[in-house]
């Protein structure tokens, strides 16, 4: 997990400045395995394979110059933690934090641990609940999946194009987290219709999730949208079922 704050631009005007926790698998070698950022000393160094962390490096260049703190947990074993002391490392970090964004990538579930025996889960869990200190309670965060392309710069294990042009989003298959896929199309009223070439039903725009969901390009090419979007489900809070719990 990492934490960042800064300044976005937004198409010419200043978007507020947003303490935004991310939460990533570290050592997923499955993801692309882009020659840009290989290429690039300040966000490769002399790694060998990129994982999440080297693209979270250049978000970070991306959304803010400044990184106030880091953490990476992910040689510690949490079945060996009580839930209490898991939420005591994850609350500090996450309660003055006003957006979570987790990087989505092919190998982020490790499937032989249970789910409560891994970061990101608890990480999405207490960026969704409210917390109460010194009588101020914080809402829950805002927020985002940003998508990676896996080894064959395919997103396809994640976002599906269906033949009647429509996105298949596949946060509920197995290489997915619970409670990632449960927060996807989790609106109480949807906006939804029945496709007359599939016969399927589709949900029109972001806003029948509270997660808002990118592809790393659309991210790293204009992320002030998605911060938007996400901030704008963030207002309206209420008109979604929030899955807090393992």
Not at 14 to 38: E, G, R
Not at 181 to 209: A, L, Q
Request: glycine share 4%.
């Amino acid at each position: 997990m990492y934490v960042i704050t800064g300044l976005l631009h937004d198409r010419g005007r200043d978007v507020m400045a947003h303490k935004i926790f991310v939460s990533y698998k570290y050592a997923d070698s499955l993801v692309y395995q882009d020659p840009d950022l290989k290429n690039n000393p300040d966000i490769c160094g002399e790694d060998k394979a990129l994982t999440p962390w080297h693209y979270l490096n250049a978000m970070s260049s991306i959304l803010s110059d400044e990184a106030i703190e880091k953490w990476e947990p992910d040689g510690e074993d949490l079945s060996q933690f009580t839930d209490d002391t898991i939420a005591s490392k994850l609350r500090d970090l996450i309660y003055d934090s006003s957006i979570t964004i987790v990087l989505i990538s092919p190998g982020m579930k490790d499937k032989d641990k249970s789910e409560k025996d891994q970061w990101i889960p608890w990480e999405i869990s207490y960026s969704l609940r409210e917390q109460t200190r010194n009588e101020r309670r914080s809402k829950p965060n805002a927020l985002i999946a940003v998508v990676l392309p896996d080894r064959n710069h395919s997103y396809k294990y994640c976002i599906e194009k269906e033949p009647c042009g429509a996105e298949l989003l596949k946060f509920s298959d197995s290489f997915c987290f619970d409670i990632i896929g449960r927060n996807f199309f989790n609106k109480k009223e949807p906006d939804c219709y029945i496709c007359s070439v599939c016969n399927e039903r589709h949900y029109r725009g972001y806003k029948n999730s509270y997660i808002v969901y990118a592809r790393w390009f659309d991210f790293k090419a204009n992320p002030a949208l998605y911060i938007n979007r996400a901030l704008d489900n963030w207002e309206n809070i209420d008109l979604f079922d929030i899955h807090k719990e393992l």
